[in-house]
């Protein structure tokens, strides 16, 4: 039976379609998989084509300002207003030729060869998170960033930037070198960060268990401080040793080293002592959860201060591969939770958030063209 489907209906329609059940599902998965890989490579196409098109214009631009004469910080501007005004009369319908937008298109095609945004993908990335990196002067840390700004969002960008991650990634003082065999200490040493930005919480906590509970409240962006790849396992998880019970405060698992991470919480200055409780606890979950595969446990103790000396001295007597890094919440960053935007910042937010829209306009066409196809494979032939 088949229920007719008539304009004036715009509930959804059944077919009885003569398979069983099991049979159209898998049919109906693996359509409905390929359309959405459709749709991802159509916004990815979309973006390259889009930013591809900015770094031809700010190419043009930067030969112009290179080839005109001497007083080229009155030349500069002119043909910058020039091409916009132009540009905005050609294409009336079409945003983002703005004299901000072209000139970050300039600094685009400066900032990276045409053949460098297509191997290192930064044509892959938004506009927006572009426009981030273009803010980075040294082209060694913006490169860094960039290699990485595909994995954010854009306000995730930003807070690494503006907390300098380059220089905290992989800088705890620990004791890899001495405990791990020399390519495992380095891939070790990553995962650490010092200092560790915490800023979604505010305010000091008083307890230990204070800062666990607030780090915890929002475990998401507590993993993206921890970096990529990390899993929470639990918290306050029991370890048997002999006849007595001990708990680690958090654990982790990170996939893509393929090893346990205990994370022990401390409110106020590095004490020795901590150091040797968290000894036990990496000796013990690697003893007891880590399997034959996986790389060995390692320990990052979080402490709100420390004294270099003492870490140095005491992590020389510690067998277990322990980190030690300090922790930082919002109350001691210079950042505002809401800064304040002047009206230029302003429209410039708007006009990127313009021309997003009109790349997620042009890659609906194409993904309706692709959806097209699939329901009438002839069309395609």
Not at 88 to 99: L, N, Q
Not at 265 to 271: Q, T, V, Y
Not at 331 to 351: I, K, W
Request: some cysteine.
């Amino acid at each position: 039976m088949v229920v007719e489907d008539t304009p004036s209906s715009n509930l959804p329609q059944t077919v009885d379609t003569g398979l069983p059940d099991a049979g159209y599902a898998g049919v109906l998965a693996d359509i409905k998989a390929r359309v959405d890989a459709a749709r991802v490579r159509a916004l990815r196409a979309a973006n390259a084509e889009l930013m591809g098109v900015y770094w031809h214009i700010g190419r043009h631009i930067a030969e112009q300002e290179d080839a005109a004469p001497v007083k080229r910080g009155h030349t500069a501007p002119k043909i910058i207003a020039r091409l916009s005004a132009d540009l905005r009369a050609a294409y009336p319908d079409t945003t983002g030729f703005s004299v901000r937008n072209l000139t970050y298109m300039r600094d685009f095609s400066r900032a990276w060869t045409e053949e460098s945004i297509l191997q290192r993908g930064v044509a892959t990335l938004p506009w927006g998170s572009i426009i981030e990196l273009l803010g980075i002067r040294d082209p060694d840390i913006r490169a860094w960033y960039a290699e990485r700004a595909g994995e954010w969002t854009r306000p995730v960008l930003q807070h690494h930037i503006a907390n300098d991650l380059h220089l905290s990634q992989g800088a705890a003082p620990s004791n890899f070198e001495r405990a791990l065999p020399p390519g495992d200490a380095e891939a070790a040493q990553a995962l650490t960060r010092d200092p560790l930005i915490v800023d979604f919480i505010r305010g000091a906590p008083g307890r230990e268990r204070d800062l666990e509970l607030a780090l915890l409240a929002d475990i998401e962006r507590f993993m993206t401080a921890l970096g990529k790849g990390f899993s929470f396992y639990g918290r306050q998880l029991a370890l048997t040793v002999g006849d007595r019970e001990f708990a680690t405060d958090l654990l982790f698992y990170h996939h893509p080293q393929r090893r346990f991470v205990v994370i022990e919480l401390k409110i106020g200055e590095f004490d020795p002592e901590h150091a040797g409780k968290l000894n036990f606890y990496v000796s013990t979950v690697d003893d007891q959860l880590a399997g034959e595969d996986d790389a060995p446990t390692i320990g990052i103790l979080l402490c709100a201060t420390r004294d270099e000396a003492v870490t140095e001295m005491t992590l020389r007597g510690i067998s277990s591969p322990i980190a030690v890094a300090r922790w930082k919440t919002g109350s001691e960053m210079t950042m505002t939770e809401e800064p304040s935007v002047s009206p230029g910042m302003r429209a410039a937010l708007q006009e990127m958030r313009d021309v997003e829209v009109e790349l997620t306009a042009f890659a609906t066409r194409q993904i309706a063209a692709i959806e097209k196809s699939t329901a009438d494979p002839s069309r395609s032939s």
